[in-house]
């Protein structure tokens, strides 16, 4: 058997009626199996077609993990969306579950456990970028979920070091009221 770092085909977000949220499949050219890899799931109506029979298999919850159409699949049901990474059958199950675990979590703590499809569409940002510090080109590269979220949600910056004419007329007096304040306390 051939070992790679290259864990993860792609990551599925599905609503409760089966349709696409968010799909993001992995073909990376430097994959040792680069051609097998290619060959399935390459065009769009492939995709649907996958992405509408794992559904149908999946769409009650209860299980977590299931081996579907060649392609070892890890859920988590979360309200009206259903979150999925695909695999291929001789990967790690549990690493895989660990990264799911991760993205799932991350996006709860970044919506503030608000996770319905409403809400991802409007945030779809901060999914992404979560999927995006978790997976990179299917290599699984982080599994903490309050590093991904703090990696994600950058604190805003002081306006202090913000240039006065980025700033609001109000915020702009502000500032310069503290640091005259700030020069008076210090004499």
């Known amino acids: 058997m051939n070992l790679s770092l290259f864990t ?3 990551f599925l977000i ?6 696409r949220v968010l799909a993001k499949y992995y073909r990376p050219k430097s994959h040792p199996n680069a051609s097998e890899a290619n060959r399935h799931l390459n065009t769009l109506k492939d995709q649907r077609a ?3 029979g794992l559904w149908a298999k999946t769409k009650k919850p209860g299980g977590d993990i299931i081996l579907y159409d060649s392609q070892l699949a890890v859920y988590r049901h979360s309200l009206d969306l259903i979150f999925y990474i695909i695999g291929s059958p001789a990967e790690n199950e549990i690493m895989l579950h660990g990264a799911l675990t991760a993205v799932c979590d991350a996006v709860h703590l970044l919506l503030r456990n608000q996770v319905e499809k409403r809400v991802v569409l409007e945030n779809l940002d901060l999914v992404l970028l979560c999927l995006d510090e978790t997976i990179d080109d299917g290599i699984i590269v982080e599994t903490d979920s309050t590093t991904i979220a703090s990696r994600v949600s950058r604190p805003k910056a002081d306006t ?3 240039v006065i004419n980025e ?5 702009a007096y502000q ?11 210090q004499l």
């Not at 700033?167 to 915020?171: C, I």
């Not at 500032?175 to 306390?185: G, H």
């Open 14 to 19: 599905l609503d409760s009626e089966g349709h």
């Open 160 to 162: 202090t070091e913000i």
């Open 8 to 10: 993860v085909s792609a």
């Open 50 to 52: 996958f992405e509408k």
């Open 175 to 185: 500032t310069v009221r503290d640091k005259v304040q700030q020069k008076i306390q």
């Open 167 to 171: 700033q609001t007329l109000m915020s």
